[in-house]
């Protein structure tokens, strides 16, 4: 028989972890749909007299609700099995519940294929199980680096954007490619949205030039468009040592408007990457760590 197994997640920094571990069960598929608590909403609007505007409100305090049919009792049992490892107590306030629908009838579900390469792009964010595994605004990158381990992307200068891409891809996780010279020294770095930007202007120029609204636009443009290697197209490089600060590394990447950003040694040789999503995900993890 099929049933439907609907679990609303009013943490969403737990849907990453569930839907890595819903593919690794072998689940079929899940809906997402945002969602909001009819009881919270009333009663906080209310106590501001602001009952009228639910539709504001809803969009501030959304959960999760997460669809998946499945045909096989086993999978079921398996797949309710990892939303109380990963959510944990159910009973506490504002984490979540689950519920099973049985359905009379349904057409489609069907077991996914996942390679090898399909599960090492699905990376999952390591969660923090103790207040000794937590990172704060304090812990040093190196440290960061070790359990992220996020994959390092390393090109020469010469090397053609074609190439570029092609080592990013073989990193996915990894959100900026290091240019670096003869002796390994970072000499530049090219973040993923700026590679995008350069490959497609030169696929789509005219698409482009469209989106120009004054003539600083359309030189920048032209020269994307006329980009071959890494060292046209390289910002800049900034990065941070095995001893710096987390802080030092959000303030970096903020203040470049990156989102990631290279750990270096002495010599300025690439050690490591650390992602600005990837980042914010293991320190907010970890403040709930600590805080209780």
């Known amino acids: 028989m099929t049933n439907l197994l ?23 598929g899940a809906t997402i749909i945002d969602s909001v608590g009819a009881y919270r909403a009333t009663t906080w609007l209310d106590q501001v007299g602001l009952g009228a505007i639910g539709d504001l409100f809803a969009r501030a305090e959304q959960s999760k609700i997460l669809l998946a049919a499945l045909d096989d009792d086993s999978k079921l049992e398996e797949a309710i099995t990892t939303v109380e490892e ?44 103790a207040k000794g595994d937590a990172i704060t605004r304090n812990t040093r990158v190196s440290e960061v680096g070790k359990i992220l381990n996020l994959g390092t992307i390393i090109v020469r200068q010469e090397q053609t954007l074609i190439e570029v891409a092609e080592a990013m891809a073989e990193h996915p996780r990894s959100n900026v490619a290091c240019v670096v010279n003869e002796q390994q020294r970072l000499v530049g770095l090219i973040p993923l949205r700026l590679l995008a930007d350069d490959l497609f202007s030169a696929v789509v120029p005219g698409n482009f030039l469209k989106a120009a609204t004054n003539v600083e636009d359309a030189i920048r443009f032209a020269k994307m468009a006329q980009s ?24 970096k990447m903020r203040e470049l408007e990156i989102s990631a950003i290279p750990i270096v040694n002495e010599q300025r040789q690439v050690t490591g990457v650390i992602n600005l999503r990837e980042l914010i995900v293991l320190y907010t993890r970890s403040q709930k760590i600590l805080d209780k």
């Open 6 to 28: 609907v679990v609303i997640l009013h943490d969403e920094t737990y849907l990453p972890d569930l839907l890595q571990a819903w593919q690794n069960v072998g689940l079929p």
């Open 86 to 129: 990963i959510i944990g107590d159910l009973n506490a306030p504002y984490t979540g519940l689950y519920f099973v629908i049985p359905i009379a009838r349904s057409g489609g579900i069907t077991i996914p294929i996942v390679t090898e390469d399909e599960k090492d792009i699905a990376f999952v964010v390591p969660r923090p199980t």
């Open 228 to 251: 071959n290697i890494a060292s046209d197209v390289m910002i800049k490089p900034v990065w941070v040592k095995k001893d710096d600060l987390v802080k030092d590394a959000f303030r």
